[in-house]
């Protein structure tokens, strides 16, 4: 089982559209989570984090469930410029405070 | 716009040559990150620096090889490298302590082995 699960897409998807990512992680020690966006041929940039009692920037909320290990991403009203591979990231702790990546969910917003 | 910069942005190297990647950066971050990302698969942890030490290494084949000489810089050398090696390669940083703190990537260096 991958650490960090997510279904790879594609998401096409027309502009105004609301769009929710999935992702689920396979340890339970896991102690912060996020999302960052990665454009083609771009770095990975922090999107936001996750907490259990979920959390919103503008058109983005996120949510974590610790008992399901499950992570969600909701875009409401989406832009072409939302189009984008969406990681899901797990912070495992430790020493290093290791983070475990997602392969991605690539969203195609269509005009 | 980031404090995280890597040189080269692109490489194109043969099996035979010797090449370093080099990060820079200008966050004042104790942490430094090597990662791989290949095509369809997750980013991968290579190296970890945590105040110049290496603290991690995740079994890594020693054709590549780390250095950090200090909190702000850190090297990647290259040599005798496969194809298979190709891959954009990311440096991160991050500051001291908790595990909320976020990493923060370079632009990554864009390597192919001929």
């Known amino acids: 089982r991958k650490e960090v699960e997510q279904d790879p897409g594609p998401f096409n998807v027309p502009e105004g559209a609301t769009v929710a990512f999935n992702c689920t992680y396979s340890?339970?020690?896991?102690?912060?989570f996020f999302w960052y966006r990665q454009d083609c041929r771009k770095e990975p940039k922090l999107l936001m984090s996750v907490y259990s009692s979920g959390n919103e920037d503008g058109r983005f909320t996120a949510q974590l469930n610790r008992a399901s290990q499950y992570i969600s991403l909701l875009i409401r009203d989406s832009k072409l410029s939302d189009s984008a591979t969406y990681l899901c990231v797990v912070n495992i702790g430790g020493a290093t405070n290791k983070l475990i990546f997602g392969t991605g969910t690539l969203l195609a917003v269509q005009p | 716009e980031t404090g995280v910069t890597q040189t080269p942005r692109h490489l194109v190297m043969g099996m035979t040559n010797k090449k370093s990647l080099k990060c820079e950066q200008h966050?004042?971050?104790?942490?430094m990150y090597w990662y791989k990302q290949s095509a369809k698969k997750p980013l991968e942890l290579m190296f970890v620096?945590?105040?110049?030490?290496?603290?991690e290494n995740n079994s890594v084949p020693s054709r590549f090889s780390p250095e950090c000489p200090n909190s702000s810089h850190l090297f990647l050398h290259l040599h005798t490298l496969q194809p298979e090696d190709s891959a954009l390669y990311l440096c991160?940083?991050?500051?001291?302590?908790?595990?909320?703190?976020?990493?923060?990537f370079g632009p990554g260096t864009r390597l192919t082995v001929t």
């Open positions: 966050l004042g971050h104790n942490a």
């Open positions: 620096y945590n105040f110049k030490e290496q603290t």
């Open positions: 991160a940083s991050r500051g001291s302590t908790g595990p909320g703190l976020k990493q923060y």
């Open positions: 340890n339970s020690a896991s102690q912060s």
